[in-house]
């Protein structure tokens, strides 16, 4: 593996063939076969900008379609792609096998070539290792994770004997150091049990500094019950016992018994036997046949001074916890419990003054090495990734890679499947297609329409818009969407999609930012209101009386594309709404807690708009119909901001819109009745004559 050197003092540039560290060297072999092959070569471009595929904008002028530009779209081929982090438990181990080789000499920091590609002002990451101290705990996430930071990692020796309170010191000259360097960029630390602690100790000395922690199983105490008895045995073991067990198990690497075993459990991993089946074998095996490797990582005398390390560390940290000022974000493995306690986690969660707690409870101890683990887009679904001084829903976004939108469709093929979505729109000419053409393809684009029970259409829209065009809405949502502690009415995982598709806290702030870099910005005027109707009220829009987005959108020459959406009624029959659940003694107090947690962001606002309640509405699924998106003629006020500052234009003008919306859903609704594949059989037996991936024929337009 090849790394670039830093500055364990004065955090200089990295170089990239050796640098005197502290006062050690370490070298960088360039004749070694593996560390070439193991090599990957810096991007110098983010995910965002990513080229997967070609897309052909078309312009029509006259009735005529001519071809007026071709962009790259990263997201037509999402469907197949692939996992974001390819490397695993073995390519830990076959890189440490060198790494550690022999090396002596004080910590120091090194940074991996394939973190080489972060985007222009990044943030610093500073990873501290745990009980290995290799450095190398985030080897599936140097990738992504150099799009984003610029990362450094602590290596320490394996003959290393730097008691904890000087490690701390090492690492806050570092903080220190760069923050000198660079006073107005953030500082995050990742801590892995041991690191954790570490990281808790620097924040607690320099609550001046801009630090973000990312706490991943911190080690909050010692289990004494296991901890004795293992350093008992360790003491009377001979020195060479990981030696000794590769012996007696027979497992040396390039064995043809070794090639083998790889082989099988390969062949396993690629049929997925029972789930995870594969993995777990492949990694029982790369340890065994990497016990050389643990030997140097974990010789015995090694062992026994981690032990005291964690002792200390755990200490230490428990002594300052009440000093950090720190934002933390803490990652919690669910199966492990043997370097912390739930309560000592719940004393962190109340005891940091800015502190989430994500909980993975099927992952265990090494979570950073476990599939379906990604600290990036973890890091994204908290909105804990800043640029500067506090988070931006507009400046600190990151676009989702091709496989967290491969993700959104795997999570909402089901809904996709069972509803095989119809999407039309209005060409330049008034014509209606089939498909997304008519939509603008420049912004700024402002995107008004009606907001189906739960938002049903949200999911499908927005990734078929995103992979069809390349056209990216960002979404204004309710404020709740983004609340990252524990709520009454709905898990907070749930609502990842919601941020990593680009959700936005609905704000007059926010949209004018947005039509100001002219995105394509998407509204629903009846928010929480329309998401949340009673009976009776589908396809009913509950906008208020101010005209609230008109002379914004106009102020940019903004285009305004109204739409509607049909088909709710079609999957599910809503029995149970807000006012039956008032009659309710337990589900009246959850409505009134859950409306209480949401807030209101209508305050003031005396009409039912400004008195809505949250609740899960009670829903009876039917055997399903379709759903039908149609986008109306874009609605032009270029040119126009003069004439809508007269309250009256503007009220005008917002009616007019609205009234687009509403026959947007009236045309609809009248069109469906003449689909022949309306209902999900005639679907079902058309994907069965013409193939399943096949596109579902509809009304005449």
């Known amino acids: ?3 670039k050197l830093l500055s364990s003092v004065f955090g200089l540039s990295p170089v990239s063939s050796e640098r005197v560290v502290g006062n050690a060297v370490l070298p960088i072999s360039k004749s070694n076969p593996r560390r070439q092959t193991n090599r990957v070569t810096a991007i110098n471009s983010v995910a965002s900008k990513t080229h997967v595929g070609v897309q052909r904008i078309i312009k029509y002028e006259n009735g005529a379609a001519t071809i007026a530009k071709v962009v790259e779209n990263p997201y037509l081929k999402a469907e197949t792609a692939t996992p974001d982090l390819h490397k695993s438990l073995l390519d830990f181990l076959e890189e440490a096998r060198d790494f550690v080789g022999d090396d002596d000499g004080p910590p120091r920091w090194f940074s991996p070539l394939e973190c080489a590609a972060q985007a222009q002002g990044s943030p610093l990451l500073l990873f501290l290792p745990g009980i290995d101290g290799t450095g190398l705990g985030l080897i599936r996430h140097h990738k992504k994770l150099g799009e984003v930071f610029d990362v450094w990692c602590l290596h320490i020796p394996v003959r290393d004997r730097t008691p904890a309170k000087d490690l701390v010191k090492l690492i806050e000259r570092t903080v220190r150091s760069e923050k000198y360097r660079f006073p107005n960029r953030p500082i995050y630390i990742v801590g892995e049990s041991i690191g954790a602690c570490l990281a808790l100790d620097v924040a607690a000395r320099n609550p001046d500094i801009d630090l973000l922690l990312i706490l991943a199983n911190p080690a909050t105490h010692v289990n004494y019950f ?11 073991l001979p020195d060479g016992v990981p030696t000794l067990l590769e012996e ?9 018994l ?3 075993i790889d082989a099988l459990t390969n062949e396993l991993a690629v049929h997925q036997m029972s789930g995870v089946g594969g993995g777990i074998l492949k990694d029982l095996f790369a340890i065994s046949t990497h016990l050389p490797t643990l030997s140097r990582i974990f010789p015995k005398d090694t062992l026994l001074w981690k032990v005291e390390l964690l002792k200390s560390a755990v200490t230490s940290a428990n002594t300052h916890i009440y000093a950090v000022r ?20 719940n004393r962190y969660s109340l005891t940091l003054p800015k502190c989430i707690v994500r909980k993975l409870k099927d992952n265990g101890h090494f979570l950073f090495f476990e599939e379906g683990v990604d ?8 909105n804990f990734y800043r640029r500067g001084k506090s988070h931006d829903h507009l400046s600190d976004y990151i676009m989702p890679t091709r496989y967290e939108l491969k993700k959104q469709l795997d999570d909402h093929k089901l809904l996709i499947d069972a509803t095989s979505p119809v999407y039309l729109s209005t060409l330049e000419d008034g014509k209606i297609v089939r498909g997304l053409e008519g939509l603008p393809s420049e912004g700024p684009v402002l995107y008004v329409g009606y907001h189906m029970l739960l938002g049903l259409e949200l999911g499908p829209m927005i990734t078929q818009v995103l992979k069809e065009r390349n056209i990216h809405m960002r979404g204004m949502a309710h404020p709740m969407l983004f609340i990252n502690s524990e709520v009454t009415f709905v ?21 004018y930012k947005l039509l100001q870099a002219k995105s394509h910005v998407l509204l629903y005027p009846g928010g929480i209101r329309e998401a949340l109707h009673r009976k009776g009220e589908e396809y009913k829009l509950f906008w208020p009386e101010q005209q609230e987005f008109v002379r914004v959108a106009s102020k940019f020459g903004a285009k305004i594309v109204p739409f509607g959406v049909v088909g709710e009624d079609d999957i599910c029959k809503l029995v149970l709404d807000g006012d039956d659940q008032r009659n309710i003694p337990i589900l009246k107090q959850f409505m009134e807690e859950a409306t209480k947690q949401a807030g209101n962001l209508r305050e003031g606002d005396e009409t039912e708009l400004g008195n809505q309640d949250c609740y899960l509405p009670g829903l009876v699924p039917k055997i399903p119909g379709r759903f039908y998106y149609y986008f109306g003629e874009p609605i032009e006020t270029a040119g126009k901001e003069q004439e809508l500052k007269d309250k009256d234009k503007a009220q005008e003008f917002y009616l007019q819109v609205k009234s687009e919306v509403e026959q947007c859903i009236a ?3 009248m069109k469906r009745e003449s689909d022949p594949y309306r209902q999900l059989l005639p679907r079902m037996m058309y994907q069965a004559s013409h193939g399943f991936s096949s596109e579902i024929p509809t009304f005449d337009l």
């Not at 296991?226 to 009377?236: A, F, H, I, T, Y």
């Open 248 to 256: 007696i198990f027979g497992f040396k690497h390039g064995d043809p």
């Open 375 to 382: 600290l990036v887009s973890i890091i994204k679904y908290t």
């Open 491 to 511: 898990d907070t995982q749930m609502l990842d999609k919601y941020k990593i598709l680009g959700g936005v806290p609905v704000s007059n702030f926010n949209i």
């Open 1 to 3: 593996m090849e790394v």
């Open 667 to 669: 045309y609809l609704k």
């Open 226 to 236: 296991m901890s004795q008895p293992l350093v008992g045995m360790l003491n009377v």
């Open 326 to 345: 720190a934002e933390t974000l803490i990652i919690l493995s669910g199966r492990d419990q043997w370097l912390l306690k739930e309560e000592d986690i």
């Open 258 to 260: 070794t090639g083998m």
